[in-house]
């Protein structure tokens, strides 16, 4: 294999795969390029390059020194991964590990009577193994986020899939259903279905972990005033004191009243004030006269502020 090519590129995937992304993709290609199957004119070539790709790829160790030295950090020659040691003896004599890819080709060369090219000739069933995970995305509200509830989702062969959404869960949330990935090959258990949650945006609520804000509009005389207002909840609503002379965003907690996430926490909740000024062309000539009157009465706040005047 030429020293330049990038282990990632030959199996089609990107430096952030997943274990289960790297298996398939060479899957994929071992059943286009496997010397005993393909007529392409360089299947050879390409079966031996996918499978030292994957030989370290798919070994931890070995992929954490390959992303950080590169093919020198695991001992890469151009016979393979280390330089040899075992040989696959099928039509092209490339190297590959049986006890890594035995189960893989099993699959090609079986047809469901387990006969492989590793199996000395023989046949014999296939041993079970687990099914692959499937990984999908849902949206949900931002209420369902944060009070918790139940969502559905359908896969791709039609299957209805009922899962709990836990209270508090965050944007970027993985929830995984047991048993609803792929089929488990010669019988073997199927694997998960890992759900990435995306949480929708609410017309009045933002979020902060398990902290809850919601902007409460008031005129310029209830901010010098003072008065209450009503203001909702996740759950319900509370008559809000908002103390005279409050400037636009000013914070006052409501204790306990965020979100409770599973383990049973809870975050508060926090009316944000904002100073809503109306148009000066909707004032009536009385208003805005009243207006001329108290501008002169109040204090300046710029008052001792550098650079003012």
């Known amino acids: 294999m030429a020293d330049d090519k990038d282990y990632y590129d030959i199996l089609g995937v990107g430096r952030t795969a997943t274990d289960d992304e790297i298996r398939t993709a060479f899957r994929k290609l071992a059943r286009r390029y496997h010397p005993d199957v393909s007529q392409e004119a360089d299947a050879e070539r390409r079966f031996a390059e996918a499978q030292e790709a994957y030989e370290v790829l798919s070994d931890t160790e070995k992929r954490k020194a390959y992303d950080r030295f590169g093919r020198s950090g695991v001992g890469a020659s151009p016979g393979g991964p ?114 990435t949650v995306r949480v929708g945006k609410h017309p009045v609520f933002t979020r902060s972990d398990l902290d809850v804000m919601v902007d409460v509009p008031v ?49 508060d909740f926090y009316a944000i004030i904002q100073i809503r000024a109306p148009e000066g062309d909707t004032l009536s000539q009385a208003s805005q006269d009243a207006l001329d009157q108290l501008s002169g009465e109040l204090p300046d706040p710029r008052t001792g502020l550098e650079g003012f005047s």
């Open 82 to 195: 280390g330089g040899g040691g075992w040989q696959y003896k099928g039509s092209g004599g490339q190297q590959v590990d049986p006890a890594d890819f035995q189960d893989i080709f099993e699959e090609m060369f079986s047809g469901g009577a387990g006969s492989s090219p590793f199996s000395g000739g023989g046949s014999r069933a296939p041993q079970p193994r687990r099914g692959a995970n499937i990984s999908r995305s849902i949206t949900i509200t931002f209420l369902t986020a944060a009070m918790g509830g139940e969502e559905s989702i359908k896969l791709d062969d039609g299957t209805q899939v009922s899962m709990r959404i836990p209270a508090g869960i965050d944007d970027g949330g993985r929830l995984r259903v047991r048993d609803k990935g792929e089929p488990g090959p010669g019988g073997g258990p199927r694997g998960d279905l890992i759900m």
């Open 219 to 267: 005129t310029v005389v209830e901010a010098i005033r003072g008065t209450s207002i009503s203001v909702p909840l996740l759950e319900g609503h509370v008559d809000l004191r908002i103390p005279a002379g409050s400037s636009s965003g000013r914070k006052l907690r409501i204790a306990g009243k965020g979100i409770k996430d599973a383990a049973g926490k809870q975050g």
